[in-house]
């Protein structure tokens, strides 16, 4: 008989479901998050997934809204603290262009508006987001109605670089040149 220590097994925390969860988002769609599929990648039994979860609706539920807080917390709070608008603007544009996972998931997101789900996170994300862009612009000194419709055109520039780059992989740049493209949205895209 061996005596030797078995290997303890791993706790799973619902957060490391929900990762998980996001990670297959990003990497296949929404249609791809399958409870096996992501015990098997977790190295646990399906078991593990329903001590923190009812069903595949309700870890998606919770995937999507910590997707959600990410955004919320780590980058429109941290932004929120830069007390010059004229500042905060060019910082938000350099943060939001190196954060690589949150748009990959946005853009498989967007794939999924169809999902009863998704379609109320990314309503809400879209609106806090421009009205975020607006309060910056507003308090950069743009008029109300200027500062609404350059929010609006600098969210739809972004959304429409996820489209282009996440969906038919263009344009296709090195990372000198989209650095390049981030400061040119910058100059066009911020009041002097």
Same mark, same amino acid.
């Given at each position: 008989?061996?005596?030797?220590?078995?290997? %303890?097994?791993?706790?799973?925390? $619902?957060?490391?479901? %929900?990762? $998980?969860?996001?990670?297959?988002?990003?990497?296949?769609?929404?249609?791809?998050?399958?409870?096996? @599929?992501?015990?098997?990648?977790?190295?646990?039994?399906?078991?593990?997934?329903?001590?923190?979860?009812?069903?595949?609706?309700?870890?998606?539920?919770?995937?999507?809204?910590?997707?959600?807080?990410?955004?919320? /917390?780590?980058?429109?709070?941290?932004? %929120?603290?830069?007390?010059?608008?004229?500042?905060?603007?060019?910082?938000? &544009? /350099?943060?939001? @262009?190196? %954060?690589?996972?949150?748009?990959?998931? !946005?853009?498989?997101?967007?794939?999924?508006?169809?999902?009863?789900?998704?379609?109320?996170?990314?309503?809400?994300?879209?609106?806090?987001?421009?009205? &975020?862009?607006?309060?910056? !612009?507003?308090?950069?000194?743009?008029?109300?109605?200027?500062?609404?419709?350059?929010?609006?055109?600098?969210?739809?520039? !972004?959304?429409?670089?996820?489209?282009?780059? &996440?969906?038919?992989?263009?344009?296709?740049?090195?990372?000198?040149? &989209?650095? @390049?493209?981030?400061?040119?949205?910058?100059?066009?895209?911020?009041?002097?």
């Amino acid at each position: 008989m061996d005596s030797s220590p078995k290997p %303890e097994r791993t706790r799973l925390t $619902a957060e490391d479901w %929900e990762v $998980a969860a996001l990670q297959l988002i990003a990497d296949q769609g929404v249609g791809a998050l399958a409870v096996e @599929a992501l015990a098997r990648q977790l190295g646990v039994t399906k078991g593990s997934f329903y001590w923190h979860f009812r069903t595949r609706e309700a870890l998606l539920q919770a995937a999507l809204e910590r997707w959600e807080q990410y955004g919320e /917390r780590e980058v429109l709070g941290q932004i %929120e603290q830069i007390a010059d608008p004229r500042q905060r603007l060019p910082e938000l &544009f /350099r943060r939001v @262009a190196h %954060e690589l996972q949150p748009h990959r998931v !946005y853009a498989a997101l967007l794939k999924a508006l169809d999902h009863p789900l998704v379609v109320p996170v990314m309503a809400r994300v879209s609106q806090r987001r421009t009205e &975020f862009l607006n309060t910056a !612009y507003r308090e950069a000194g743009l008029p109300p109605r200027e500062a609404l419709n350059r929010a609006r055109l600098t969210y739809a520039a !972004y959304v429409g670089f996820l489209q282009l780059n &996440f969906t038919l992989g263009l344009p296709r740049i090195n990372h000198e040149e &989209f650095d @390049a493209y981030v400061e040119h949205m910058i100059a066009t895209l911020i009041p002097a």
